[in-house]
């Protein structure tokens, strides 16, 4: 059961622009929501996260929106860079185990 | 480097071999998991311990899967009797669990398996 779903597989956006990333989710016991980047040949990593309290993170140039009543959250990367081109991950936890649900990544190419 | 490290890289094994993979998380994270990615799919958890207890088993881990992590410190995942579907790339990673905060996890670069 997918309880984490990313589905666009594949977005080109070009340097300069914002790159928009969507999630959405089925379980309503998850309570923290993140987003992991990965390069080939490497294992993820942690970018952004957010707690189901809040419903904004921002972090420099990544801003993730999370709208509890659609199970949706969002990714927002401006400006695209060509170091941005990669696999993102969205993946989700409850707090009492910690354990990460993933979506099946969505790979970003930013072009010059 | 003070990251998630694993070995083996990479893993090529005939059907039917057993195989063990090493995890090294952070020196002070008490919480160690193992996911399993294959292509095209984001990782999936099999297991993860925190220190010594190991306390959840996915039920994609089958009974020819074993993980340990003596001491709280690193951890082996084993899989008996290799089959060709337990081909994918084998993550590891650790985090601090302490009090209320949400600590995120570490992943190592993990181990890739090919079983022929």
């Known amino acids: 059961d997918q309880q984490v779903k990313q589905n666009s597989p594949s977005l080109s956006v070009q340097e300069g622009r914002i790159s928009i990333l969507n999630c959405d989710y089925t379980n309503s016991m998850f309570d923290y929501f993140l987003w992991y980047k990965k390069y080939p040949a490497e294992g993820p990593t942690f970018l952004i996260s957010?707690?189901?309290?809040?419903d904004k993170n921002e972090d420099g140039r990544f801003t993730v929106f999370l709208n509890k009543s659609a199970k949706h959250l969002s990714l927002h990367i401006v400006p695209s860079q060509p170091g941005d081109s990669a696999v993102y991950f969205c993946a989700a936890s409850g707090l009492d185990d910690y354990k990460l649900s993933f979506g099946a990544g969505t790979t970003v190419t930013v072009r010059a | 480097d003070t990251g998630v490290s694993q070995n083996p890289r990479h893993k090529i094994t005939k059907r039917g071999q057993n195989v063990t993979f090493r995890c090294d998380p952070i020196s002070e994270h008490n919480r160690l998991y193992w996911y399993r990615q294959t292509l095209g799919q984001g990782p999936e958890f099999l297991t993860y311990f925190q220190n010594e207890a190991q306390l959840e088993k996915s039920r994609l881990l089958s009974d020819r899967f074993s993980a340990e992590r003596p001491k709280g410190s690193f951890s082996t995942l084993e899989i008996q009797r290799t089959e060709q579907g337990d081909s994918a790339m084998y993550l590891c990673?650790?985090?601090?669990?302490?009090?209320?905060?949400?600590?995120?996890?570490?992943f190592g670069p993990g181990t890739r398996l090919t079983v022929l």
């Open positions: 990673a650790s985090s601090l669990i302490a009090g209320e905060s949400y600590n995120e996890q570490f």
């Open positions: 957010i707690s189901s309290i809040k």
